[in-house]
């Protein structure tokens, strides 16, 4: 899978964000004012941009975002591991992933945003002979809830977790939230920035000792973050106090693009520097 963000889409974000026309930035960016504007726009460059000064310029790790322009990609990761653990992608306009996990003796599940359409969730509900329990909502943009009605048709007595103040939900997170689904454990922990209701869910104790998953929501991306504008600063506190602070081997499964691990986003994740 492709990553959400190319290298212009990154620069494009955080410009937005420091307030800073195009020519601005292009005037350090060691191109034209065109040769700039292409590589917001493709991600590729005609000739070698100074990355650092772009990076000094935005606040972005330099050398990381010359790293995404240079095709990086999070390694590509057998999901077996998780036994209990499926990414379902539905496509309107833009590709949403949302997460299945489920207790391998009670067969309960949970699912994590839903995507912009309820049917192959349903059918690998049906397939796998899973109960859904819980629906838990990393925040409330259309294209992870497009579905919450279907789901909700079909499984009634879902209970319904949100971060949402106006939405009515049967479970408001909390901070000391502590969720079981048979033997995994279900926290969550706020990330606000790309939206004000914003919430990780961390799933741990998975059968044969598999590191802990976060569902991530637009939190953060491989290699890049959910649009913030103003917010980008808050969004990055969040990210590194409640995302990168969990172990390295963290799973991290966000709502676009590869998954990847807190380790890799230390390591490539321009935002994050």
């Known amino acids: ?7 212009g889409d990154v620069l494009a974000k955080a410009r937005a964000a420091a307030g800073s026309s195009l020519a601005e930035v292009a005037a350090v960016s060691g191109l034209g004012p ?10 590729k460059a005609a000739g070698t941009p100074d990355w650092v000064g772009l990076g ?13 322009a240079g095709g990086w990609l999070p390694a590509d990761r ?5 036994r209990e653990l499926r990414r379902i992608t539905t496509e309107r306009g833009m590709a949403v992933n949302c997460y299945l996990v489920w207790d391998e003796v009670t067969r309960e599940a949970a699912l994590f945003d839903t995507g912009w359409d309820a049917a192959p969730v349903l059918e690998l509900l049906e397939e796998q002979g899973l109960q859904l329990r819980h629906l838990f909502i990393t925040h409330g943009h259309a294209d ?15 209970k319904l977790h949100s971060s949402a103040p106006e939405t009515a939900v049967d479970q408001r997170n909390r ?15 706020p990330t606000p920035g790309h939206a004000a209701d914003g919430v990780t869910y961390v799933v741990g104790n998975w ?41 390295d081997e963290t799973l991290i499964c966000p709502g676009h ?3 990847t691990t807190v380790s890799e986003e230390k390591a490539n994740n321009p935002f994050l520097g």
């Open 257 to 259: 693009g590869p998954v």
């Open 207 to 247: 059968p044969d000792d598999a590191p802990n998953v976060a569902m991530v929501g637009d939190a953060v991306f491989a290699g890049s973050m959910g649009g913030a504008a103003s917010r980008l600063e808050e969004a990055k506190a969040a990210v590194r106090q409640q995302i990168l602070s969990l172990p």
């Open 144 to 158: 992870h809830v497009a579905a919450v009605g279907a789901v909700r048709e079909r499984f009634p007595k879902v």
């Open 175 to 189: 901070a000391n939230d502590f969720i079981h689904l048979g033997s995994l454990r279900i926290t969550n922990r």
């Open 78 to 82: 057998d999901l077996g591991q998780w």
């Open 34 to 43: 065109e040769a700039y504007a292409a590589l917001e726009e493709s991600g």
């Open 56 to 68: 000094r310029k935005l606040g972005l790790d330099g050398a990381k975002l010359a790293r995404i």
């Open 1 to 7: 899978m492709a990553l959400e963000d190319h290298a």
